[in-house]
């Protein structure tokens, strides 16, 4: 069974700073990885995810995440954060065996608030 | 394109009352179905997934209950809810493999 860790339950920066927010899983097998974004009273989109490959992911609306597999890590980071970012953002992993049976283990979430 | 459509979006319900919300999803066939409950400060917590017609796995033990009559269709449902039910649920679908999950909306649920 995996896990994951959001260390931060909420992260308040100043509009146009730099932003990461932490994640760290668990897991005996090798891992899929997943951040979403959730905006008040939506459901989740989907920001990034890490399948195979170059360690460092891009996203939409300019978030990247990379991958550390040595720290068990799957940060998310962006350069310079506008109001809009304001949201919930969810890490989540998939243990790559899951076949057609794919479920997704989230974290608790991080709420980035970005003040003017 | 696929899309999913869930509802209703809010719903108050009284103690005892049945419950029933509907997920569709449009544009793919034999998709992978969830039911998640999200709680504040607590992240979701994944209820029910089918992996086909008839096919329901449950992962919590709880007062709720799910169904999927057609390909594209998942029902939840409960008998009598309880005050424990309230939270925001979301239906998703997915391709399977490593494809990732399509959330809904969600449906905002107040038990009084």
């Known amino acids: 069974a995996q896990s994951v860790t959001q260390l931060d339950s909420q992260v308040p920066v100043f509009e146009e700073a730099p932003v990461e927010l932490r994640c760290n899983y668990s897991s005996s097998v090798s891992v899929y990885l997943f951040w979403y974004v959730q905006y008040p009273n939506q459901g989740l989109q989907l920001l990034l995810k890490y399948l195979s490959g170059s360690t460092l992911v891009k996203g939409i609306n300019g978030f990247e995440a990379e991958f550390n597999k040595s720290q068990t890590s799957f940060h998310l980071r962006k350069p310079s954060v506008h109001i809009s970012d304001t949201a919930e953002y969810f890490c989540?992993?998939?243990?790559?065996?899951?076949?057609?049976?794919?479920?997704?283990?989230f974290g608790k979430g991080t709420l980035l608030t970005v003040n003017p | 394109s696929q899309t999913i459509h869930q509802w209703p979006a809010t719903l108050v319900q009284p103690v005892g009352s049945p419950l029933s919300l509907e997920c569709t999803v449009e544009?793919?066939?034999?998709?992978?179905l969830y039911w998640y409950r999200q709680a504040a400060g607590r992240g979701l917590q994944l209820l029910f997934y089918s992996v086909g017609i008839g096919q329901i796995s449950s992962e919590v033990p709880q007062n709720l209950s799910a169904s999927r009559p057609q390909d594209r269709q998942f029902i939840l449902s409960s008998k009598k809810l309880l005050l424990s039910d309230s939270g925001f649920y979301l239906c998703?679908?997915?391709?399977?493999?490593?494809?990732?999950?399509?959330f809904g909306n969600g449906t905002r649920l107040t038990v009084t």
């Open positions: 544009g793919t066939s034999n998709p992978n």
């Open positions: 989540a992993v998939s243990d790559i065996s899951g076949g057609s049976n794919y479920k997704l283990t």
């Open positions: 998703a679908w997915s391709g399977g493999g490593n494809s990732p999950l399509h």
